[in-house]
């Protein structure tokens, strides 16, 4: 696994196969491991925000989300390895794959009551031990809940950063084996969200698809976040040159 520090931020340049040997290796150790995802609107927050350092250089795994990052990581660090970049949402429904081949138990805390409740109808092959809204919730009681359920993955997604900032404050307390940020990553496990077509996604385009769906929700993190980005990236790319 090959590791760079992007804007700060540790960002692990990994496959979607071998993140998958590190859910196993957790399993097989009884390990804890946390994980999360950095995409360009990730960057961008830690960039307006520098506290997130500190928190996210708490998460075990922080792997890039889409192509953003690695085509940005190009530019800057004149990144080479081959390595396959894949977003969140495909490595998801292999993951679901991975579970119900082992038989891993999973919580899920995030979204819509209607969201997480649909997620046990939508695979039902997959071992669902608890379910709760991320809009409704007590963390004292949530946390005595996942306790007694004791899952081997629990699943959050409250969006970022408030889900890594949930995990960190409350980490020692969590039993689970592996804790995943999802954020609305949710959704695919529900089977509601929207990805559009697979040459789409291989293009990097799948932002275009959530915007064209949802563009009051989206227009301001796409349409000012990717130029912003952008012109991160290139300041940050030219302050290292000089």
Known sequence: MISK???GLRVNYIESDEL???FQNAMEKDEKICITYVSFHTLNLVKSNSNLEDIFSCFDVIHPDGVGVYFSSKFLFGFKEKIKPFTGS???EELIQRAIQNDWSLFFFGDRNEVVNN???NIPSLN?????SGYDYDTNSLIFKIQSKKPDILIIGLGQPLQEKWIIENIFHLNAKVILAVGDGIKVFAGNKIRGHKWVRKLGFEWLIRLINNPLL???RYLIGIPLFIVHVITEGLRTDA
């Open 119 to 121: 997620i046990s109808s």
């Open 90 to 92: 495909d490595f998801y």
């Open 5 to 7: 520090t992007f804007f």
């Open 20 to 22: 998958l040997k590190t």
């Open 128 to 132: 669902i031990i608890g379910v709760h």
């Open 218 to 220: 989206y227009w301001k």
